[in-house]
């Protein structure tokens, strides 16, 4: 009959079909993508707590070494060997900060004002932040590769038969070089930084040497220093876990070590941009 319902096998029946297998997909990405989240939430949480409980042997119990030569060698590869790019990056953060405020306190007769701004913004924020994010791609993607690779030539299965724990020998160096080194890289970038903000203040604005450095000296206080420095402790932990995280977990041959390198420097990045913002809504409420 020609008023009757449409045919459920012909063109909106398909559609309507094609429509609900279409949300049925979605759906499934989606609760896909939020079980690979708190399985890595959960994975990473087991690995950060069996790499505190061998921090604190190596520490305290007698017979448990941290291994110190292992320790050293990942300080200079995460932390000395990238002093030349964290100098670079932050003299030229400091450089756009004063520019970049400088037409707006020159307008209200306060241009000097700008050694407070870049002094407070790379103390407390772009400091620990940046350096951050730079190790993340400098170091983090290096230690995901290489521990990705190990996986991937069953060396780790060899540290395992040898009744040797791949924790202990592999990942609490290079979180304990990173956090340490980090917050070491986080000083000299707001030197560094600071310099870049004074060089620019002084040469290109036309501001006093005295009166710049008396400004940023009366700017900043000791929270300040401490704050940045306490971001970059966390954000080394960061860094190092989701870069060992990502590497133990490595699968697929070279192709996963790839995915595991880029998936490290995505993360950290995210982790570290969100923690930032945490911490700084956090010192905000208590004035800290």
Not at 124 to 151: D, N, Y
Not at 178 to 204: E, K, P, R, Y
Request: aromatic share 8%; hydrophobic share 55%; with cysteine.
């Amino acid at each position: 009959m020609s008023g009757g319902a449409p045919d459920s096998g012909g063109p909106s029946g398909s559609r309507l079909r094609a429509g609900i297998a279409g949300l049925g997909d979605q759906a499934a990405a989606v609760l896909g993508h939020f079980a690979d989240t708190v399985r890595f939430v959960g994975g990473g949480a087991q690995l950060f707590s069996e790499t505190c409980k061998w921090c604190f042997r190596g520490f305290f119990v007698r017979g448990y070494k941290l291994g110190r030569h292992s320790l050293v060698q990942q300080m200079v590869r995460v932390g000395v060997q990238a002093i030349p790019i964290v100098l670079i990056v932050q003299v030229f953060i400091g450089v756009i900060l004063a520019l970049q405020m400088a037409p707006t306190l020159e307008s209200y007769g306060q241009i000097e004002r700008v050694a407070d701004v870049v002094g407070i913004a790379i103390f407390r924020e772009l400091g620990p932040l940046i350096t951050a994010i730079v190790l993340s791609g400098f170091a983090g993607a290096s230690i995901a590769a290489e521990l990705g690779a190990m996986v991937e030539s069953e060396e780790i299965k060899a540290l395992r038969a040898h009744a040797l724990n791949p924790i202990h020998f592999l990942v609490v160096p290079r979180v304990l070089a990173t956090v340490v080194m980090l917050t070491g890289l986080a000083v000299i970038a707001d030197v560094i930084g600071v310099f870049g903000g004074f060089a620019t203040g002084v040469w290109v604005l036309g501001i006093s040497p005295g009166a710049y450095l008396s400004a940023t000296q009366d700017a900043l206080v000791m929270k300040d220093f401490i704050t940045g420095l306490f971001k970059a402790g966390v954000f080394g932990v960061l860094i190092a876990m989701i870069a060992c995280y990502e590497g133990l977990n490595v699968t697929g041959g070279a192709v996963g070590v790839g995915r595991a390198t880029t998936s490290t420097v995505v993360k950290s990045i995210v982790a570290l941009i969100g923690t930032d913002a945490v911490f700084t809504a956090v010192f905000y409420v208590w004035e800290l």
